[in-house]
């Protein structure tokens, strides 16, 4: 299963791209594919703060309902609307067009590097 | 606990299919992805390893009348070649289970009984077989049950069985087909809301018969959308839309019931009282404005916050795109006047009564 190298990477199957600045937040392929087809998505709202670690969001499958963790702390600056429109997207295209939100870092938990998650997942 | 394999086993994993327990089976969830699966039943052909059900055999020349006093349809009025929807009710005229029966021979009847309750069925039947000339037998673990489900079944399963003709096998008909050294029972039955097939067969055929049904065009289809599938046609699931506290007329399924046959049979006082005042409850489809899920148990609340009602099978339909669900509503509950809604999680997601099933095919 593919894992892009640049990424860095939660334990609760969350990536994002940079610790510093604006970061793009997602769901891992590995969670995606393990649970099931997306149908509902319920992200964090626009300006609010998030704190690493705590309940921002839920992602509803056919079989499952999944909370989603902030991986960083910081203001949600950007939410992506078409994932809300067609949660498909999540299960499609995890790493790109089925990203979540995007967060303006002021600080993280420990993260993990593509190794390390590949080395958990496997 | 160790779970029980169909014969199919092996070809599952080997598909990479998500597996889960059902009813103590190993059994697919899902090969890829569950939506691709269900539309693939509604526009094509999936294939569905169902040898988890159950099929109790009653025979002997009293099996007709045996079968009229234990189960609340007529089955002695069944023809030979011919299937029926039927259930099995306690004293108090809730279901034990429901049940598809196929008449084989004059004396001669397969049950087909959920996997969950093929044990109950079959003690029932067994203790209810007092002074009848009949045995009761369950088959279950050395018969396989291929389901071949969609508006491509007839051109794929021709294909296998190129000596029946399909255009006399009509809807809950069944035959017995062969080909070569393969023998089967081929019912025109299923539980998709799609013309389709149920393949009752031996353990030992079954995987060469999987083989050449995905040779033909069908491709694999996971217990998953199976439940999406029989949830927008309708359909009820034991354990959700029936239980032990479920009558078949509050399930609007009063139909199976035949108040006019010549024996008494067991739940028929009981049934006839309900029949004739009003249940206190019934079995309505909604659809909601959400994409969330309404799942089984969560509360119908109306416009003055009171609980009227529980869901009993929720899901995203894929092919109405939204959020679809039965449920049982007071009789009580005046939609003229009121607003009914769903409490999911401590929100009340708005719904709206539809008439079921939420989707029919086109003849």
Redesign the interface.
């Known amino acids: 299963m593919s894992i892009p190298a640049n990424l860095h990477y939660t334990a609760d199957h969350e990536w994002m791209d940079t610790t510093t600045g604006v970061a793009t937040v997602g769901i891992t392929l590995f969670a995606a594919d393990a649970l099931g087809d997306v149908v509902y998505v319920k992200l964090p709202d626009l300006g609010s703060v998030v704190s690493a670690g705590m309940v921002c969001g839920e992602l509803e499958s056919t079989k499952s309902l999944s909370d989603l963790f902030a991986p960083a702390s910081g203001e949600i600056v950007e939410i992506n609307q078409a994932a809300i429109d067609d949660p498909a997207l999540i299960n499609k295209d995890p790493y790109g067009l089925g990203w979540l939100f995007k967060v303006s870092v002021t600080g993280t938990d420990k993260l993990l590097s593509a190794s390390e998650y590949e080395a958990k997942i496997s | 606990m160790t779970l029980k394999q169909t014969a199919l086993d092996q070809i599952h994993i080997d598909l990479g299919a998500?597996m889960t327990d059902f009813a103590g089976w190993n059994m697919p969830?899902?090969y890829g992805?569950?939506?691709q699966e269900h539309l693939l039943v509604r526009t094509d052909c999936g294939l569905f390893d169902l040898s988890h059900m159950g099929e109790i055999w009653v025979e002997g020349e009293d099996a007709a009348r045996f079968l009229d006093f234990a189960l609340v349809g007529e089955l002695s009025k069944v023809a030979i070649g011919r299937a029926r929807y039927t259930m099995i009710c306690n004293e108090s005229g809730n279901v034990i289970d429901d049940l598809v029966v196929y008449r084989i021979e004059v004396n001669v009847f397969m049950v087909v009984a959920n996997a969950s309750n093929v044990q109950i069925v079959f003690s029932e039947l067994s203790a209810r077989n007092q002074g009848f000339a009949c045995t009761v037998k369950d088959l279950s673990e050395s018969t396989a049950l291929i389901a071949v489900q969609g508006p491509s079944a007839v051109k794929v399963v021709s294909q296998v069985f190129p000596k029946t003709n399909f255009s006399e096998l009509k809807n809950y008909g069944w035959c017995l087909s062969n080909q070569d050294e393969l023998h089967v029972i081929l019912a025109r039955t299923g539980y998709t809301g799609e013309d389709g097939f149920e393949i009752f067969l031996d353990l030992k055929d079954a995987v060469g018969l999987w083989q050449k049904l995905i040779d033909f065009g069908a491709k694999p289809a996971g217990l998953?959308c199976r439940d999406?599938l029989r949830l927008e046609a309708g359909m009820p699931l034991y354990g959700h839309e029936l239980d032990l506290q479920t009558n078949p007329i509050e399930a609007g399924l009063g139909r199976v019931i035949a108040f006019g046959k010549s024996i008494d049979f067991i739940g028929k006082s009981a049934l006839a009282q309900i029949a004739e005042s009003s249940t206190k409850r019934n079995l309505v489809g909604i659809t909601l404005e959400?994409?969330?899920?309404a799942r089984a148990g969560f509360n119908l609340i109306n416009k003055d916050g009171e609980i009227v009602g529980q869901i009993t099978s929720g899901?995203?339909s894929p092919t109405l795109n939204k959020?679809i669900a039965m449920a049982y509503l007071d009789r009580n509950f005046d939609a003229q006047l009121d607003t009914l809604s769903v409490d999911i999680r401590g929100t009340n997601e708005l719904a709206t009564l539809v008439p079921l099933p939420f989707y029919q095919r086109k003849k």
């Open positions: 998500v969830l899902r992805s569950e939506t998953a999406t959400t994409r969330r899920i899901a995203f959020s």
